[in-house]
């Protein structure tokens, strides 16, 4: 049957959560491309711990291990948590161990270049190499788990292979023993500056006590660590918040005339602004009158019946409007359409002016509701046919 | 006071200087040479407080005719006033040009012409006159905004006028004023003359042949002098558009026609627009000013939004009303309006008065009633059926209640009304 309905067939649940997902599909793309980066930043991130080769700690990333060890062996080991306090300990005889270096300002620095003894650097920062280890620069990171000394300091052939996990490599200058060489560079520096040795160590593992008893991590830790008298350990606390000394703002870094270019600027702007602003006489507001159209209830009525397939009703109205027309036509009285007695006169009326039989135009004229869409459509195309019959005999 | 776009490029322009030269003083001298701009060009601009305005023009155009008004701008001061001047108008006033330049020198006038071409019917007031006068350098402006007080009233089209001429010699056919001397129809006694060939013998006036020697015949004319009372209904049923103009508008339209015409066939007009109060009325206008009086107060005229209080109009029409006379009611014919509010009065009206109703009918139902196709057209095309059905019962209800139904499109509604009035003055039924 063709309905010749207009409104398209209802969606199926599953088109509706189809056309729903190609709407929202951007937001959720970006959604799931945010979160994939989210976590591969945190898994990338090096997980370093607020107690990680700290001497006091015992948890696995701790060094506590290593000092009680050199404490055994007659090395009394000195933990100090600032750089001044680390200088003030240190004496031509000790050696300054230094980790957590990040943490360190740049005045700490330059206090710990002034300081006596020798210096024992674990995961150094650049601005400490430079300032404490002159001529050592970072030359990326190696993997390379395990590792052979392979040179003539005698910390590191006492050790044999140490287990350094993920480690800094780095250039060494020439007159520095390089040992532990992955890819071509050292991952052990140690050289003379002045009169002090500084030892360049990039990994912490070799201290940590989880990794104190793989390989030869502890002869190695406690043989540089412990090769003078005492050892301070130094690992700087975190700087207290708002101590931002040697740290300039962007303000700050910004030169004067640039500043004063932006404030000439928003005053331009300002200006501009104004000038847009001000209209030339006012917004002029007026009532708009009413627009409703005339044949809206008709056009309503229309599509309520088409809402409820109101064929019955609208079979009838069509019916009753021929039949006003054809009355007139067929010299019968005006009140004869509405009255159902007159039924037999007008067919047999029609009948004899159309080419249709009695039985046709009695049931188009006064027929049941027609039972389909398309009935109801063939109906409206036979009452024209009889009027336009009726009109042309 | 107005500041312009030459004085912000100016401070742009300054912004590259604090570059060069770095220093607070920088700024400060270019924001020192931007204010001394300033306050040079306020001080040189020309005086916009003194200036004085005068209008003259039109007060009254027909809708979709263009109007024209001048503004005259007077400058007593004692500085050239070079500005750029608006004339504020309401958006329906449609007024060109926005904006003009006047450059008047001191002492002396100018005229500013504006065309109007309004968009819908009623009064427009002039809002109030912007004037922005820049001073020499061009960086800031005095502006002002003053008051201009003109009305223009936009009176209704009255497209039917072009039908008058022809309804005019339908009535000379009438009234007997033709220049074929015929025997008028009517039954007034106009005057008796001699007879000639073709007269009806039948109005021969045998008295007066007898004291004659001439057959002498007498002549009729239609009555005159009768009254007609035209009703605008202004309620919710005259907003609705047929095609794009409001039913009140084509209400307005027959009624000037008819109004126009049964001046010229002497009988006496007066109108009234109600919808639950007298919003216009025309009463006792002499024939020669009744069409200006009509299209005066036709021109504020707008729909309300209310129900229409047929009580209340038939009750100021049967107080206002002694003699007998025509009332033509125009109005929607909206079944379920008529049931509630004219229909159980019209006994009242009927019984005093002729009354005749005149009905805009929506050639979009006659056009949903012809479609056809697919099951939208015959639904369409049943509603339309349905909607012609409830207008044809109530016509024929208002018909046994002895109402003159005059129910035709937009474009044919003013000559049909034209051509009933004509019909009830023929049969003398006036």
Redesign the interface.
Known sequence: MV????APPEPTARQVAGRRFRTARGVVLALAALIIVAIALAALKPTARETDLDPASPSPGGSRALAEILRQHGTPVTVARSARQAAELATSDSVTLVTRGERLTPAGIDRLRAAPGDLFLVQPTQDMLAALAPGVDEAGPSFERTGAPGCAVRAAILAGDVEFGRSETYNAPAGAASCYVSGGHPRLVQLPVGSRTVTVLGAGAPLANDMLDSAGNAALAMDVAGARASVVWLIPDLPPPGDDSGRKSLGELV????K??F???L???A??A??RA?R???V?A?AL???????????G???L??AHRARD???D??R??VR?RLVPLLGLPRGAAQDPAAATEIVTAVALRTTHDQATVHAALYGPAPDG?AA??AL??LL?DLERQVRES | MALTGRLGLLALLGCALPILLPSWWTLLAVWAVLAAGVAADLALAGNVRALVFHRSGDTSVRLGEPARVALTVENPGRRRVRALLRDVWPPSAGATPRTARIDVPAGERRRVDVALAPTRRGDRHAVTVAVRSAGPLGLAARQLSREAPWRVRVLPAFPSRRHLPAKLSKLRELTGNHVAMVRGQGTEFDSLREYVDGDDVRSIDWRATARRADVVVRTWRPERDRRLYLVLDTGRTSAGRVGDVPRLDCSMDAALLLGALASRAGDRVDLLAYDRRVRARVEGASRTDLLTAMVQAMAPLEPELVESDAAGMVSALLSRVRQRSLVVLLTELNEAAFEEGLLPLLPQLTARHIVMIASVADPRVAEMAASRGDLAAVYDAAAAERARAERGRLVAELRSYGVEVVDAPPDDLAPALADAYLALKAAGRL
């Open positions: 309905t010749g309905l207009a030169p004067f005339g640039v004063l270019f404030l000439e600027l005053v331009a702007v200006l501009l104004l000038w001000r030339l006489g006012p002029v007026e009158p009413v627009v409703v159209r005339s044949a809206e209830t008709a056009e009525r229309a599509r019946y088409r009703r609208a079979a109205a069509l009753s409007g006003e869409d109801l459509v409206s195309d024209d």
